[in-house]
């Protein structure tokens, strides 16, 4: 099966520019995560859609950011206006359910896409 | 505050010994524990994960440990191999957390053949 797909692989833009990050999931999870690694720190989240819905947007920090999903597809993230700190790696992530699966014990991470470093100077 | 914690932002062991990651948390209500290992330029990919239920968890030549008592994780690689080198992520998740994880800030490992 495709993995999770991201474009564009890295973008460079001014300060006060606007850009938009893609993110397509694995066909069929309905679940979609964003999240962010900002200088080599933490990789923090951001959002996490179910199907069309957002679920949970705690980790957006400001509302430059805008995170679209419509038709439960694809997902965008749009950073306008872009400023410094927004310099990072935005990385996507999708599952198809949450297994906490207590019978097993064990759970299973999601998958990730490989990225958008965004550079804005 | 970091609520996950990779004191050692880097580790070099020789190839066929056992490589050491370790992890430290401070949220008692992390049920859940995961391992991401993420090469240069790729997206962190799922290694290994564990319950708060269990104390180990093994799959090959991974096992994970966790000591709940100290908030304690660490990853165990055995043996090592060149193509582990790589950063690893240590994360957290809990029912309270819904579906994300809370990610340490990675440990980077070199394995010299």
């Known amino acids: 099966e495709a993995g999770v797909t991201q474009f564009p692989s890295h973008s460079v833009i001014e300060k006060g520019q606007t850009v938009t990050l893609r993110c397509d999931p694995i066909?069929?999870?309905?679940?979609l995560y964003w999240y962010r690694r900002v200088m080599g720190k933490e990789i923090k989240f951001l959002l996490h859609?179910?199907?069309?819905?957002?679920?949970?947007e705690s980790g957006m920090p400001n509302n430059r950011f805008l995170a679209e999903r419509t038709g439960g597809t694809y997902s965008t993230l749009k950073v306008q206006p872009a400023e410094l700190e927004d310099s990072g790696v935005y990385f996507c992530?999708?599952?198809?359910?949450?297994?906490?699966?207590?019978?097993?014990?064990?759970?299973?991470?999601?998958?990730f896409g490989s990225g958008t470093r965004l550079t804005v100077v | 505050d970091q609520q996950v914690k990779q004191n050692s932002p880097s580790l070099s062991v020789q190839e066929g010994r056992i490589s050491i990651l370790n992890c430290d948390y401070t949220?008692?209500?992390?049920?859940?524990f995961l391992w991401y290992k993420k090469y240069p330029a790729e997206g962190p990919t799922f290694l290994i994960s564990?319950?708060?239920?269990?104390d180990k968890n093994e799959d090959g030549r991974f096992t994970v440990f966790l000591n709940k008592s100290a908030k304690h994780l660490s990853l165990h690689i055995v043996p090592s191999q060149p193509g582990d080198s790589a950063v690893y992520f240590c994360a957290a998740s809990g029912h309270n957390y819904g579906q994300n994880f809370v990610f340490g800030p990675g440990t980077r490992l070199s394995v010299l053949p």
């Open positions: 564990i319950s708060s239920i269990k």
């Open positions: 859609f179910v199907k069309e819905s957002k679920q949970d």
């Open positions: 992530a999708s599952s198809q359910d949450q297994d906490f699966d207590r019978a097993l014990s064990t759970i299973y991470g999601y998958t």
């Open positions: 949220n008692s209500m992390f049920d859940y």
């Open positions: 066909s069929g999870h309905d679940n």
